[in-house]
């Protein structure tokens, strides 16, 4: 059956418009990603160890996007697993039986810092959930998480 040029032509523009939507879509795709890493990079930039940071967050590409929240949320979340992590660790070393009077005392000092990180970090992450941009509270909260991440 011989069908109309019309219908071709229809069937030949429907398949031009769909491979340049496609088309379309694998470059947005391409630019968000480009972007996003952009963004982390140059965020990690200014921080102490940017290599690292960038390592870290840029698995987390998919989430941050180019988000400034979601990249705190992101280096809250990393930073809160890892601290919980090396606390177990030197939990561990603290129940160890060989260790002097003042050894023992720096690794017990050492358990109550990694819990007061941990706890900080806990309040810092969900501050940053309850964070509204827009209000007078902004300035504080942002002042509360800055606080606690820093904090020794």
């Not at 996003?36 to 698995?59: H, M, N, Q, W």
Request: aromatic letters at 6%; charged letters at 20%.
């Amino acid at each position: 059956m011989a069908y109309p040029p019309t219908i071709i032509t229809l069937l030949y523009f429907c398949t031009i418009a769909t491979t340049l939507c496609l088309a379309a879509r694998l470059l947005e795709q391409r630019m968000i990603k480009s972007n996003t890493a952009d963004f982390i990079k140059t965020s990690c930039g200014v921080t102490r160890y940017p290599d690292i940071c960038y390592e870290t967050l840029s698995s987390y590409a998919r989430t941050i996007l180019t988000s400034p929240k979601e990249l705190a949320n992101a280096a809250l979340s990393v930073s809160l697993k890892e601290a919980q992590s090396t606390s177990a660790s030197v939990l561990k070393l603290s129940k160890g039986h060989d260790l002097r009077p003042r050894e023992a005392g720096a690794v017990k000092d050492c358990v109550e810092n990694m819990r007061d990180s941990i706890d900080e970090l806990q309040r810092s992450l969900i501050a940053m959930k309850d964070l509204h941009y827009l209000g007078p509270e902004f300035e504080l909260q942002m002042s509360n998480v800055m606080t606690w991440v820093s904090a020794p």
